[in-house]
């Protein structure tokens, strides 16, 4: 099985270790969060919490998760039930393990792009026809649903997408999540959703989990959750037959979830709230630095409305991105990520989540094109 090169993790990780480093702005998790902030945040007792570690078997975890996991997991939804979640590695194990269940060569399915590349290498990778929509910027990245009717058909096997969207934060709203479900229903094709930037509104925001019983979700501790480390992903699904397919194939890939990691993950859910607060204000506090910097700039454009912890910005720049974000972080120390790793040219992905010298790195970014356009770089 031949596999695309993974553009995102095998550029931007090394850069991430480069010494030219200094202002980190590539990233997408919201600022990790320590032990400490942690137990301070929830009000649980982090002395009791090491007292019990001190008798924690490191042995094998529950097989089919941590129970007290799955249920805080299913809190997050509504009408999800502890058992319809799959506790797997992180949201890559969970994307992965979709995938390879779900879809077979002789299938095909549509991916909303741009999209994580997970759902369109993988099923490339094993001869699955990849039918791919566009979302447009001028269109604010909003999905036409009109293109994904057109596109479906009686061997349509699955819709595969982020939402909110990877990279740009574009939202369907509840009236689209639903005409999605009509259009998969039509055809007897599964919804399959990646929703890892779910839950920055201070409404509840509607799964697919609540809407299909042939949806896949997909989520895990990393980006709203601010806790990447712990490496745990979910799946949720209510479908009993393709729920036992998939942790199956789980059980190909890892025999269960880490005991710690499934423990402390848990602690920070029962207290979601007082998390998504967290979150909330990180991103409301730099999405404003960014607003005020895009507003009226010459040569850098934000067109979707981002509900994500991420701002995919255009430039008018005659470089391309890779070379844009390479000769940035080289010149300047500053690091973005280039919008080649989710095949679109002329942008770069900026976080809005983990960001102590944002404003700095925001005028060394000015400063930067400033140089481009003496030289001639202007479109």
């Not at 969060?33 to 649980?44: A, D, I, K, Q």
């Not at 299938?107 to 490339?124: A, E, G």
Request: charged residues 25%.
């Amino acid at each position: 099985m031949k596999i695309d090169n993974f553009v995102l993790e095998n550029w931007l990780n090394p850069a991430c270790d480069s010494e030219k480093n200094k202002i980190y702005l590539g990233g997408s998790c919201v600022l990790p969060m320590t032990v400490e902030e942690l137990f301070e945040l929830t009000g649980e007792s982090m002395e009791s919490f090491f007292e019990e570690l001190k008798t924690m078997s490191l042995g094998y975890g529950r097989f089919e998760g941590t129970p007290r996991l799955k249920k805080a997991v299913a809190n997050l939804y509504k009408g999800v039930d502890a058992e319809d979640v799959v506790l797997v590695h992180g949201g890559t194990g969970a994307n992965n393990t979709v995938v390879m269940t779900l879809i077979e060569p002789t299938d095909n399915v549509i991916s909303i792009m741009p999209n994580y590349q997970q759902f369109y290498s993988l099923p490339k990778s094993i001869g699955t026809e990849v039918r791919q929509i566009d979302l447009k910027p001028e269109a604010g990245y909003k999905l036409d649903l009109d293109e994904v009717r057109a596109a479906v058909d009686e061997n349509t096997k699955a819709i595969l997408f982020t939402n909110p969207n990877n990279p740009t934060g574009a939202l369907l709203s509840p009236a689209e999540m639903e005409e999605i479900v009509e259009i998969a229903k039509s055809v007897g094709a599964w919804v399959v959703c990646d929703e890892m930037y779910r839950g920055l509104k201070e409404e509840y925001m509607p799964s697919f989990a609540d809407l299909y019983d042939k949806s896949i979700v997909t989520c895990s501790s990393s980006k709203i959750y601010s806790m990447a480390g712990t490496r745990v992903g979910w799946i949720i699904c209510k479908d009993p037959d393709m729920r036992w397919e998939l942790f199956n194939r789980r059980s190909f890939d890892s025999i269960c979830g880490g005991t710690f990691d499934e423990w402390i993950f848990a602690i920070a859910l029962e207290h979601v709230d007082k998390i998504y607060e967290r979150s909330r204000k990180i991103v409301n506090a730099n999405k404003a630095i960014m607003d005020k910097w895009l507003d009226g700039h010459k040569y850098v454009h934000q067109y979707a409305d981002s509900y994500g912890t991420t701002y995919l910005v255009h430039y008018d720049l005659d470089v391309d991105a890779e070379k844009f974000c390479d000769d940035l972080l080289d010149q300047k120390g500053v690091l973005v990520c280039h919008g080649d790793c989710f095949y679109l040219p002329h942008t770069f992905r900026i976080t809005l989540s983990h960001a102590e010298h944002l404003e700095e790195g925001l005028r060394l970014i000015d400063e930067y094109i400033e140089e481009l356009i003496a030289k001639g770089k202007g479109l």
